[in-house]
């Protein structure tokens, strides 16, 4: 392969933040770049997280009793929620959902919300952990602990891919003043 095909073929890749480059300096002369596989590239190899994963929880189900496993997940939601809390803070609510609907995302949900009177529905049209939630239903209270810490407003959920249902959603009780309406 020519080094001019490399080049292009690193370039892509870097475009499509599949590869990340370093520069190392080697004495004399411009600096080499160092290429490594980045982290969206590394999860796109087969790997045991999965097994490992489960074997874990396994373990943390086996000794502790299930509402400490439960308190176990929320603090885990909590903390995530938490490093997101302060993009949050003092904003009004539309700002928070839609910014809520971004960090889902980078949580690897897809997920979307709508006004419904004195509610807001969010939907999650996928789910990252629905392979783990199957063998641990416990998972599934991360993403809704997750919404009602970073809103700061309690959360129901309504429907769960688990129980059969299409997509998990929730319900969160708001009133119109909190929506930024104001009755005419």
């Known amino acids: 392969m020519s080094p ?3 080049r292009h073929h690193l370039a892509n890749l870097l475009a499509e933040n599949l ?6 300096k080697h004495g004399v002369g411009r600096p080499r770049l160092l290429f490594a596989l980045s982290d969206t590239a590394l999860e796109m190899f087969p790997s045991r997280y999965f097994r490992l994963t489960s074997r874990i929880l396994e373990e943390i189900k086996d000794s ?7 308190r176990l997940f929320a603090s885990v939601a909590a903390t995530m929620a938490a490093d997101y809390a302060k993009q949050l803070d003092g904003l009004p609510l539309e700002e928070r959902l839609e910014r809520l609907i971004h960090l889902l995302s980078e949580e690897g949900f897809e997920a ?3 006004h419904n009177g004195d509610s807001v529905a969010i939907r999650e049209l996928s789910c990252p952990y629905y ?15 997750f919404i009602a810490t ?13 129980e059969g249902d299409s997509h998990c959603s929730f319900s969160i009780p708001v ?8 009755d005419a």
């Open 4 to 6: 001019v095909s490399v």
């Open 64 to 70: 502790m009793p299930p509402k400490a496993v439960q």
């Open 150 to 162: 970073s809103l700061s407003l309690p959360v129901e959920r309504v429907s769960c891919l688990l």
């Open 19 to 24: 590869v990340e480059s370093e520069e190392v």
């Open 131 to 145: 392979r783990m939630g199957r063998e641990h239903p416990e998972v599934c209270v991360i993403d809704q602990t």
């Open 112 to 114: 979307e919300w709508q």
């Open 175 to 182: 009133g119109v003043a909190e929506m930024g309406k104001v």
